[in-house]
């Protein structure tokens, strides 16, 4: 794969467009970085990136609308209707103080002073329609299935640590192995990874559990990062547990919640690991319910049983209640249980407080007093309903909650 693999590129029309009128006004432009390496791959970049020697300024005077989305780093966003394509100019970074962020950055007319400080090599080729302009071997290691940093691993490390991380998730979305002299780098400075905010490292963990490949969990304990960054998956592989948790994680399917629940079933403290990790409140809530009711066993339940637990649960919570269960106890045969759960919503059986035939209004009129013993009623008429669904009517809900008063 050398400099003829662009030929296999598609640039979309708008890149080749911006490209085209930099040129024309006198300037180099590429697109560059993660959509070139995702083109070469035969996948569908997710954004594409335009590099160029123009400065910002001289490329806002190009386009007609654009907004300054990282001005001070030298990008200008180009904006087609509501479409927005990231342009920045050619850079060299100052010093990295804080091991996360370059002290200052310099334009540069250069694009190889550009292409130099970018962090592994399969990410530091650029393209536009007539060339491939690959430095540092990229294009072999893409096809060697290689992660590789670009230079000195240390420097780009040093630079930023969230690249050793970044390393990893890259070896898990692509199925690469990683450069034995990058490996030496990242194991040598994984404790500088805990100068790197929590958000970032949450992302670059649910990328790599979402990964086809999230069994290079084994990578961070063999970098030694899980003792930075997650060091309850340390103790998971202290018991001899890493094997394991590797071979259900690549049987969850890629779900959020899933996966999580996944990983925390094993390192536990699920609560505090996902605020740690600055989870946001609906993830920890499904995380953690999954957790709960993934201990029900399942394949046991009788109608009334499974009625009971969509109703404790929740229906949402169902499909991935049941891929969680399927994932941590494989040898487990769902089929009868889902089969039953199935039934129970195709005979549109209440399994929800709300879909009683009476409400709280109804029961006051009935004669239940106000407050709490309203609550309590409607909740000991939702466990009759759920073991026999034939109750759910007006009339024997009204009768059952005047008989119990009388009780």
């Not at 779900?255 to 390192?267: D, Q």
């Not at 199935?342 to 709280?360: F, K, Q």
């Amino acid at each position: 794969m050398g400099n003829t693999g662009v030929l296999n590129i598609t640039m979309p029309e708008r890149v080749s467009y911006i490209i085209e009128r930099l040129e024309a006004a006198g300037h180099e432009a590429y697109a560059v970085g993660g959509c070139v390496r995702d083109s070469m791959l035969g996948r569908e970049p997710q954004d594409w990136d335009i590099t160029t020697s123009a400065l910002p300024e001289e490329t806002k005077a190009i386009f007609s609308r654009t907004v300054d989305t990282g001005i001070k780093h030298g990008t200008v966003t180009a904006m087609f209707g509501k479409e927005g394509y990231e342009i920045t100019t050619y850079r060299v970074d100052g010093k990295y103080s804080d091991g996360r962020h370059p002290d200052s950055v310099a334009f540069t007319r250069s694009l190889e002073e550009d292409l130099k400080r970018r962090d592994f090599t399969i990410n530091a080729m650029a393209c536009n329609s007539r060339e491939l302009v690959d430095m540092f071997g990229g294009a072999e290691d893409l096809e060697n299935k290689l992660i590789r940093c670009v230079g000195v691993p240390e420097a780009r490390f040093g630079e930023d640590a969230l690249r050793i991380l970044r390393a990893v998730r890259f070896s898990a979305q692509l199925g690469f192995d990683i450069d034995p002299a990058t490996l030496d780098a990242a194991k040598k400075l994984a404790p500088t990874l805990a100068n790197i905010s929590a958000e970032r490292i949450h992302a670059e963990l649910h990328k790599l559990l979402m990964s086809d490949h999230p069994d290079r969990l084994k990578l961070l304990h063999d970098l030694g990062i899980d003792r930075i960054i997650l060091p309850e998956l340390e103790h998971t592989s202290q018991k001899g547990l890493l094997d394991e948790l590797c071979d259900r994680m690549a049987a969850a399917p890629a779900v959020t919640s899933v996966k999580w629940a996944m990983l925390l079933l094993y390192t536990g403290s699920a609560s505090e690991i996902m605020h740690r990790l600055k989870f946001d409140n609906q993830t920890i809530y499904t995380v953690k319910a999954l957790l709960r009711f993934g201990q029900t066993p399942v394949a046991e339940l009788d109608p009334a049983g499974m009625r009971r637990l969509m109703s404790d649960a929740g229906l949402e919570l169902m499909e991935p209640l049941f891929d969680f269960i399927h994932a941590s106890s494989p040898g487990l045969d769902l089929a009868g249980a889902k089969a039953l759960y199935r039934s129970i919503i195709e005979a549109g059986d209440c399994t929800d407080i709300r879909l009683l035939a009476v409400n709280g209004h109804d029961l006051m009129q009935a004669g239940v007093p106000a407050g709490k013993e309203v609550g309590k009623t409607l909740d000991m008429l939702l466990s009759a309903v759920l073991a026999d669904p034939s109750f759910n009517t007006r009339e024997k809900l009204l009768e059952l909650a005047l008989n119990n008063r009388q009780d």
